[in-house]
DNA sequence: AATGAATGAGTATTCATTCAT
DNA sequence: AATGAATGAATACTCATTCAT
């Protein structure tokens, strides 16, 4: 019953509702008749604009991509190539090599600073990424959640942005990342206000401690000036 | 159809049949007829057995907790303890300090074990992680699943086990095992199959690098002789 | 998607995608925006031209019923009374009576050439016809198609033009002209699509095998040289 | 609202609902909920029997041509077949020959028996076939009424039994028996109760006027004493 | 212990139709 | 003449659940 009536064009008011929908009580438990009376149209409209319920949550995962996407991309354009093409870095088979200190300090800034967008970025769209995430977990046949996460991982969906260097992630480094990054950041997200209730600590209080454990591992993978594109810790110690 | 037939009683098989179902498709997206013709019984017997399909669930989420109980998930608090009643680290306000190095790798070698316990565990009962997972993503009103692997982060399982030391994590501490430590061990179970499909990748190859990957994030948490219970990195680096 | 575009006005383009779409698919079955689509215009068009579906089809009885004025149906009685009042055929209370071979030959003749217009017409109105025999098995409240046949059969299409003679047919005749004329000839109609790719047989193929059972039929009717108006077959033999 | 309520289990109740529904109002235009209405049930039962309105259809369609298939095949059986074993009628390649006046008479007789027991078949299974033909007319892809038809005629239905003699009617008296036999019966059952009505004729007038008709076009298919399997008229006359 | 029959209350989706522009 | 947006009223179909046996 919250219409936002008159307030912008039906279709975003839509959009808006099922997302909030989604998150709050899962995709299949939303009806489409909640949507319409969320978004103040009629069910009708909804058909009008979508072609089901499915449609209106590939939207939102799409335009939820392409944000990221973006992101991504552009850390890795203006931060690390930036660097490279300075030859503050240099690429080697399985590591970075920093020259001097002041190159590390630059790389980390420049990282913590994409840190900073990423995490800003997924407590924005958590609603979407619980969504996300659950829907991750149902696995109908074919491309389910997960393996978008993972051509993510190898270098950020877009194959074509073979952004010169060619190395390639080794098994053991997907897997680090996929469930010591980049799902530590998604679920962070999608439990961000249950966990702000259950924690009673301010929003900006989790940001900040996320971003901190977030440099943890970071720092896991430095070894002196190197940063480690292989997972080299001695197995079985 | 894959009537486990008269194997085993109608009970059990509708168990197992719930549990796999909706582990793979989820709760709600489960019909209670898939579950009886999986289970060979009819839609009447299930009710005969349940109350309904959210006693079915409850049963699962129940005997999760339940074997969870078999294994020492608050091995930090009685691992820890056994060792420090030993002498061997002494327990600071800030950190576990080793006096020699025989103590450090005596601590990690009961840690590895430890962990591929743990690990072992969550993949045994990965079908169950993967609904209790889903299901906590939908915040009906009320404790989630969130709440609860926070109990058990921040006490062990049994609370009355609030045994001798007192010390608490701090907030910085919590969160960062609960996302980087428990969120990971979890996802990695619920997407195991999922995963294992995508990468290629044996089981026992999957299992081995993720315990690898668990073994760096505990070693970022040393410093030298110490292990330290607060997350003390620079800030803002 | 078949728009015939700019080719031709809308108004066409709509009665003429409604027309292959009510006969492929049925009235009931047939979506005004499906008729949109392959007329290429939008549904708003359509009901800016047509008061609902139904007026597109009564639109397009009614010009069935107006095209067929323009082919004598009524030939028995135009044609016959032509060579009636050149004295050829005698009328008797129950038969035409021919007084020499000449007679019935131009007679047969003449029936032929009819006979060959009526085909062709029907087949050319095939689309219409098929959606006339389906409407009428819809028995709707009132008038429905059968009766107008059997206007058609008693009096020709015009009721005025009773010119004349004043023969009546009887029951029994209006029966088999309705049962093994009339049906025929719009069931072959509206079969002659489906039926040419049923057998493989060309369409002049069709149409001449058509024609000749209508002679055969015609040819039953004739005992020497009288033409029966009366169905005499002893009964129950 | 005719609950014949307990009156026979539900399912026969919903088929003979569905039944008078098809055949009055279409099957479009019939509704699930009115089928449910008149049967006395619930519309879930009506799902719990059927998989949906269309195998309802089917159904019913089914039982009619199983019933019209024992029918055909008894005529073969104890008429034809039985008659040829005895020798009266000699089976040439394009026609049967009866030896003497005897023998048509007898055959004759045979076949007016099998007309009145099909005739009476029809008109009982008058709505059945109303919802047949109406249907045939839609051409929906794949196997449509008009197909079913033609194989019955080539041979009623069941290829196997190829009874003995093995002529193959020509395509011209497939077509023939088509348009000029087949039907007029069905449209005769079809429209049965609207003639009736438009006639004002008793039901028992119709069926003997009909019969008789169908004796017309069998006789225009003798030829003294043969009857001709092939339309052997000579053409253009 | 087990089931076939039965149902009430949804639920997504459709569609002819309208209307402001 | 033409349309994009919007809708009310259906409608087929679903599903968790019950119950008599």
């Given at each position: 019953m919250e219409h936002n009536s008159q307030n912008g064009d039906a279709k975003e008011r839509i959009i808006h509702s099922a997302l909030s929908l989604f998150a709050q009580k899962g995709f299949d438990a939303t009806r489409v008749s909640e949507i319409a009376k969320k978004a103040g149209v009629t069910k009708a409209l909804i058909y009008y604009y979508f072609t089901g319920k499915d449609e209106i949550l590939s939207h939102l995962i799409h335009s939820l991509l392409e944000k990221a996407a973006s992101i991504t991309l552009d850390f890795i354009h203006t931060g690390i190539m930036r660097l490279v093409k300075e030859g503050l870095p240099e690429v080697q088979p399985d590591r970075l090599h920093f020259v001097d200190e002041g190159g590390t300090k630059k790389f980390l800034k420049s990282l913590h600073d994409y840190y900073e967008r990423v995490v800003d970025f997924v407590i924005e769209n958590r609603q979407i990424l619980r969504i996300f995430l659950a829907e991750s977990?149902?696995?109908?046949?074919?491309?389910?959640g997960l393996s978008q996460l993972l051509d993510y991982i190898r270098?950020?969906?877009?194959?074509?942005?073979?952004?010169?260097s060619d190395f390639r992630y080794t098994d053991d480094m997907v897997l680090f990342k996929l469930f010591f990054s980049v799902i530590p950041l998604l679920t962070f997200a999608a439990y961000f206000d249950d966990y702000k209730i259950i924690s009673s600590l301010p929003a900006s209080a989790l940001r900040a401690s996320f971003l901190q454990s977030l440099q943890v591992i970071t720092l896991s993978l430095f070894s002196g000036r190197d940063i480690l594109l292989r997972n080299n810790a001695e197995r079985g110690t």
């Open positions: 977990l149902k696995s109908k046949k074919g491309k389910n270098f950020g969906k877009d194959k074509s942005s073979a952004c010169g």
